[in-house]
């Protein structure tokens, strides 16, 4: 607990690091690679180049200054950040390096307005959020550890088969090099892939587990992007019989198992944690509105296995729509997603579970979409991992 002059300190300053905070999080992050280059695996460098991760740093650390004395109002958030954290095996050690980097930026940035006793406060507020998550992550590495086919960290698993989805994504199938089980994970949760030499260093991604829990395999459905060095890693390289090492599933994106219609909208690669979704649910009876936006049938993954699933199980409903469909191809609609088009979807009542992942411009339009047509907030569930601001046009 803070005392009354730390939290009168941390608020007074609030409105000083947020007209500065992305000029905090810029110098931040070059502190901490330089002086504590052991943890750069843990950081997605091509979030770092475009800007999203030290611009929802930012945001977190604001935030959690102006409510320092109601961190009830950050609980959602706060969760989202365990299961990151979580997911990418985050240890308590980690926080002593980032605290000192994090306030030598404020330092550096704000000057002599920075003062001992202003350094000070925001030491203390910074070691009250670290042992709130600290002790948020222990509980879910112990969860994960103690289930049925569990662990905690590392586990060698190695590639049993690898399937082309569509031109651009493809499927990975990871069993455990020790013959055991894995655990039954909720569907849309994502896991964390670690290999040991992608140009020449170790990285960590995540992926959204692509597959209904129950299986023996672990299977992932990644895009190969451009210039993705992972990605490309994969699809190139990753062959029948390699290992690598997984940690076990985390987030909190997950599915709510109940009577409700569900509705899956996804564009592009965002359809991976939606099959999980409706691999899992296929049977239940369920309404279900599957809709998929991609740029056409080339790059639409699992198209067959979908129409397959809607053949046999009347309850589900597939909609697909291209963006710049090719002669050959044959979607329910053109162009991109829109109200009109959702709301045909959708029962008068509005009562659904309603799911969506996709690219951010994609995302934008359907947050957009279901505040329009008055989708209960508490029933609206997304994915995203930069700033959750971007998402509001």
Known sequence: MLDAQTVEIIKST???????????????????????????????????????????????????????DALGNLSETVGKIVQKHAALGIQPGQYDAVGSCLLQAI?????????????????????????ILIAAEEAVYHENENKAGGWRGEREFKLIKRVEESAVITSFYFEPLDGKEVPLFEPGQFLTLILDDVDGAQVRRNYSLSDAPGNRYLRISVKREPRGAVSNYLHRRLSPGDKVKLLPPCGDFTLRKNNKPLVLLTGGVGITPAISMLN??????RDIRF????????????????DQLASKHEHISPLYVYSNPQEHCRPHATGFITEELIARQLPEDRDVEFYFLGPVPFMKAALKIAKN?????????????????????
């Open 107 to 131: 330092k550096a940035v704000l000057g002599e307005a920075a003062s001992d006793e202003v350094i000070q406060a925001w030491g203390k507020a910074y070691g009250q959020l670290a042992e």
């Open 14 to 68: 609030v409105p000083a690091l947020k007209v500065h905070a992305d000029d905090i999080t810029r110098a931040f992050y070059p502190l901490l690679f330089s002086q504590h280059p052991e943890v750069v695996p843990y950081f997605n460098q091509t979030n770092q180049g475009k800007g999203t991760q030290p611009k929802a740093l930012a945001n977190a650390v604001v935030a959690y200054g102006a409510n320092i």
């Open 373 to 393: 047509l008055g989708l209960p907030e508490s029933q609206v569930h997304y994915e995203f991992f930069g700033p959750s601001e971007e998402l509001v046009a």
């Open 291 to 306: 809709i998929h936006a991609a740029l056409d049938s080339n790059v639409h993954a699992f198209k067959a296995h979908v």
């Open 280 to 285: 899992s649910e296929a049977g239940s009876g």
